[in-house]
Every structure is written in C-alpha cells, then in structure tokens.
C-alpha cells in the first residue's frame, strides 16, 4: 500500500489500483457519482453503504463519530485516523492468510494535524453472518484460532463479524494487533465471542482448560457487573 497527496487529502491506496484510479475514485466518491445500491447502517457512528463504480460492487464507510469527536480527533495527531487504520487492517489479514473484504482505497484530510474528514472503500461481500447459524461456529472458531495462531488478535471477535461465503467464513470490521505475551488476549477474544454466541463454548474444547481464558472469562463477567453498577449510581443521582 501506498500513499498520494490529491486535491489536499492524503490517499491510501491498495495495490491493485494505480495513481490514476485512485483519483478518479476520489472524485466519483467526493462529487457523488456512484450509485447508492443499499444503505447497510447509517446512525451517529457511522455510515456504511452498498455502492456501484464503474460495474464494481463497492462497500463506502465514513466513519462519522470518528472523524467529528474532538478527543478523537486530537489523538490522530499521534496514530492512524480511522479509515486507514481499516483498510490497513484489510491488508494485514490478507498477508497472514485469513480471508475479508479486499480494501482498495482510503482518504483523509488533516487540519492542523488531525483528521477531520474520511472515508474508505472496500469490495462488497455478498455472504452471510454467522449470527444464529450455529452450523458456521466449528469454522468460526478455526478462523480464530488461525488468526490467533499468527500472533494476532482480531480486535472484536463477535459473531456478526464472521461472515460465511461459499462454505468459507470471512472476517470483518477487524482491528487486528500483535498479541501480548502473556496470553490474556487471546483469552478474552474467545470470553468476547462466547458473550456473542449462546452455545458457541460447547465447542472450545481445549480452550476451556486455559487459565488465561477462565481469567478473562471472569474479568469481563465482573467488569460489565461494574459497568452496569456503575450506569445506575449515575442515573440515580
């Protein structure tokens, strides 16, 4: 991947497309002349939509919380804005073998140094979510324990986040980091997708025995009994 100034926004670009492409992308994005096929989330977070470009089926994001929240904002003085953090991570899991959406382009625009304004675009995977299809779980968990197997974390292992095509599952809205060494991550992934998906654990087999899951296991059990304390004390005063 590599990046392009253009009509002041910074470009990240996959290596499937060349300069050109990108900017033409750019512009059909900026002035709007894809064509919308479905709207799959709008809310104060983010805006997801199925679109077409050029015959091409196309996912566009804007990340709107993070690009408007001004602490957000300020911390993109030191890291990554959201949008190429996303499609970084795309490329990430297509280099360690695990398979997702194929990124192609992303833009931000800084001022001051912050990124105030971004989006991405992706391929459109035309599968299905693994949520309430208990059939897909063995092969969601051999998905995990790939990713895991590579030194990385998924970043949110929820069972939406596993889509299935063509009898493979496919991993989505990920943030993929090198784990610790301690084991407590890869513990609380497989915690956070048990939560995620009643019965899923029947089929852990030997991550049932590992400390570090049962640590996690109870941390977050603890920590959302003090988060939900917590939300009442609040409300109540």
Known sequence: MRTINYQGWTLL???????????????????KKFVL?????????SSVRHVQINSDDLVLKVPKEK???????????????????????????????????????????????????????????????????PKTYPKVIGTLKSI?????????????????KENEIYVIDTNPKKASLTGFDFGYEWAYLRKSAPGIE???????E???????????????KFSRLKRRVLFKS
């Open 148 to 164: 895991h197997k590579k030194g990385y974390t998924h970043g949110d292992p929820q069972i939406r986040n596993f889509i299935e």
């Open 37 to 45: 096929t479905k709207t799959l989330k709008d809310n104060h977070r």
């Open 202 to 208: 029947g089929l852990f087999s030997e991550i049932l």
């Open 210 to 224: 590992s400390g570090w899951y049962k640590f996690a296991y109870h941390y977050d059990l603890y920590a959302r």
């Open 67 to 133: 690009n408007e929240r001004i602490w957000i904002r300020f911390l993109t003085l030191f890291r990554l804005g959201e949008s190429f953090k996303n499609l970084k991570s795309m490329n990430l899991l297509s280099d360690i073998g695990v398979k997702t959406t194929t990124p192609i382009i992303a833009a931000e625009k800084r001022s001051f140094g912050m990124v105030v304004q971004s989006w991405l675009l992706y391929s459109y995977l035309d599968g299905t979510s693994c949520l309430d299809r």
């Open 13 to 31: 670009i996959s290596d499937q497309i060349n300069d050109q492409m990108a900017k033409d992308l750019f512009d059909i994005v900026q002035n």
